[in-house]
């Protein structure tokens, strides 16, 4: 049966006034500024089968991508992981990963010279006494404790708002602490005002198990790095870790030490496990923890405190931050007391003026830390505080 040709897509072409209302607008999808003037492709008509480039382009490689295959391969890497949100179900394998996780930690924790000279002590003091190991214990936690804690408070002093002694030409990573709804909204908010192109980070999310919504969000917002800078500019690496939450909302108290001691031992392989291959950086620990409030942030930064104790870690790696929820107005979190309580933040930011007067002058107050950019003051002495 002989068929008529079909006429050109220009011979049938509609006005350019109508043809123009069924252009995709991606200048805001994956063009950047210079490039708005560039022609736009045209969207697929009925008789046309589904164009997943044109259609989908997020997805779908876009010029540039090259620059950027290492965050192209996390994102691919990432959404095969949507299904570990849930927490695994107790059996026999659980059971034996946690255990081999403890005797990670414990060969860790043994593992620097000066705990060795601890441990000499400790089987020094045994033999004038069964109390002499725990006085021991006691004296070196108070002692190291107190020592980090002067490091810290000199660093703040001499630094100022960033106390950072880090050197530059070694690449670390920075763990950041998702809550769930809220808290999570607030750190997209401040990592997307504080993202700088083109230079080699890794980001790595620590999202509690069963937070789907705080998936959903991280995910959406790794993908818009790349419609943002992904054409021109080097955006990083990411990945995404899972932990049980310490307390679960209404859980009794009695069982919370429990659950808090899992949680502790899944944090501490979080911070002390390397990024995996597709990433910017080889580094095992986190050069830096942010947290912004939730019951969590708390444990990661005493996860931290704990490392720079036993000699892991140098007393000036591993920066901590945390900034008090938006939605603290007047008082300090539950989190932020024991955080301030503890001194286990290297930096300690509120973000309204009525919480100021509750700062020493190591913390400081930023003027709407998550909304716009603030003013980044040290809090005043107590001496020259109003009334």
């Not at 198990?209 to 969000?217: I, P």
């Not at 069982?255 to 502790?264: G, H, R, Y």
């Not at 501490?268 to 496990?273: A, L, R, S």
Request: include cysteine.
């Amino acid at each position: 049966m002989d068929t008529q040709p079909q006429p050109s897509r220009e011979g049938q072409g509609n006005p350019q006034n109508e043809r123009d209302k069924k252009f995709i607008d991606l200048s805001s999808i994956c063009l950047t500024q210079d490039d708005i003037d560039l022609p736009l492709p045209l969207t697929p008509t009925e008789e046309e089968p589904y164009s997943p480039i044109v259609d989908d382009p997020v997805t779908q490689p876009i010029s540039g991508t090259s620059l950027n295959e290492e965050h192209r391969l996390c994102l691919a890497e990432m959404e095969s992981a949507r299904d570990k949100t849930d927490p695994p179900p107790l059996s026999q394998k659980v059971v034996l990963d946690f255990l081999l996780a403890v005797w990670d930690l414990v060969v860790l924790f043994l593992s620097p010279g000066p705990v060795h000279g601890l441990i000499a002590m400790l089987i020094a003091a045994f033999w004038i006494s069964w109390l002499g190991p725990f006085a021991v214990i006691i004296a070196f936690i108070l002692t190291r404790h107190w020592l980090v804690i002067s490091t810290r408070h000199s660093h703040a002093a001499t630094y100022g708002a960033w106390p950072s002694t880090m050197d530059a030409s070694c690449p670390h990573y920075s763990l950041i602490v998702c809550g769930s709804g809220g808290h999570t909204g607030e750190m997209i908010r401040m990592v997307e005002r504080s993202i700088r192109p083109d230079e080699l980070s890794h980001r790595r999310w620590a999202i509690g198990y069963g937070d789907q919504m705080s998936y959903d969000k991280v995910m959406e917002f790794e993908h818009s790095l790349v419609r943002k800078f992904g054409q021109r500019h080097k955006i990083g690496t990411f990945d995404i870790e899972f932990f049980h939450r310490p307390r679960a909302v209404h859980q009794s108290w009695l069982t919370t030490p429990f659950t808090a001691l899992v949680s502790l031992v899944e944090i501490f392989k979080i911070m002390t496990t390397a990024p995996g291959r597709h990433t910017a950086t080889g580094s095992r620990y986190p050069g830096v923890v942010a947290t912004d409030g939730p019951g969590a942030g708390f444990m990661f930064l005493l996860a931290a405190h704990w490392l720079k104790m036993t000699f892991v870690v140098p007393d000036d790696f591993v920066k901590t931050i945390f900034v008090e929820s938006w939605a603290r107005v007047k008082s300090l979190s539950m989190s932020g007391k024991l955080i301030k309580h503890f001194t286990l933040a290297d930096v300690f930011i509120v973000q309204y003026e009525g919480i100021l007067r509750r700062l020493s002058p190591n913390e400081y107050y930023n003027r709407n830390f998550v909304v716009m950019p603030g003013l980044h003051n040290r809090a005043p002495k107590r001496g020259n505080r109003a009334s």
